[in-house]
């Protein structure tokens, strides 16, 4: 198993405060020590980090940190083998390129014997469940969308709801708790374990489970800031995190979740 | 315009040194100080470092440089933007998938009035020439060789058959001076500028042009060890660098050059 940890931003922030909680969990606070990795979308760019070294005594990590790289959207991953070789190749976030933009993915779970049929147009370079689950969204998305490009991208109620139909689709085959971003969204799925926290203006203090840290978030942002993280399992002790349900799909974009199931049946009961 | 750095290995190889003299072009003995990238095939992965800061003095290829990562290919570019944004998209060098195999491509000159016709199974994410001739070049070879796999690859002859029309081609528009690598061969292409120095047992002592630095090579590698560095111009004084022709393709393997147009030639006369 292993344990993600994503951000979506109204505007570009960093996410080293989370990173430091995370990190920890890879080899310190957790056993999480066989590889991680991380994805930045910066302003017209990615770039992936990864390294099948612990994070937490990650040298490269560290100097990561240091740049205090800020960005709208950002996935990263802390890997444990179950099973499936201690390598490069199999260390998440897996990227690949659709409609001329790059697209993040990263998963937490076990897929049983997943072996859908692929096109060829998306291949697994390694031997995980995750990226095959990965070329087989890529597969079907841009079957979905033939036409379409990053200047004319499809209506995002479209692509939603071609991503909850393709999360139950993969998450019957066993725990699937993913992220899926493209640099502007980013989508989630729910099997087990994952939760995010919606932070924006006036912040407050907030403090680390993973290691006695605080932060006053007040003092890294503006007004005009607006943030989700998201991550398998609540990073703060003094926030409100809101805990998915199993099989929830949700989508986040400028810092807001939009268009979950959750929310929906919210906004259903409330009209 | 940009500098090339390319290594292709028996065994798998540190390129830090090569590297000491390549990052000072980056600021600081030469002018190109618009980002760097670097490719690095590892056992069974790939990683790129990309950054938009000068090489010189970028604390992230200096933590690079520190991890003393081996590799039997490996694919570096310092860019002097001549036009085209300074932006992590438009960072040298580019990767796609293709046959569940990542592939790494660094292109030294510029294009002109190169738009050729795309499927959309590559689309560029940025704006530079070099992405749409690294798209061509992949569309192309995966239409030439619909039936590949990275189990069941093309024959490397009809490969770098290919690779020679497709370097042609493309280099009628201007300059184009290339790299490409799966992790397993790496083509080159000159049109203007690149040099390769073959080495082997028994290594010599070599002194980097760029500083004031000599190793001694029999100190970092054993008697298997077998390698070719590849560069727009020599990196060292005392080796015997080889300049290549203008036109020329090559394909390198297992630290050696192979089926290139001016070997084959030099074969024809021996013969």
Known sequence: MCQLLGMNCRLPATIDFSLEGFQARGGLTDEHKDGWGIAFFE?????????????????LLTAIRAQQIKSRNVIAHIRKATYGEVTLRNCHPFKRELWGQSWIFSHNGDLHNFHPVLTGRFTPEGETDSERAFCFIMERMAAAFPKATRDNPPA??????????LADEIAAFGVFNVMLSNGDILFTHCSTNLAYVERSYPFTQVTLIDSDVSLDLNAHNSREDRMVVIATKPLTRNEHWIICEAGESLVFKDGLPLLGSHLHAKKLLAA
Chains 1, 2 share one sequence.
């Open 43 to 59: 302003e017209h760019g990615c770039r992936i980090f990864l390294d099948h070294q612990p994070a937490a005594h990650s040298p």
């Open 156 to 165: 995002l109620d479209d692509l939603y709801s071609l991503w909850q139909t």
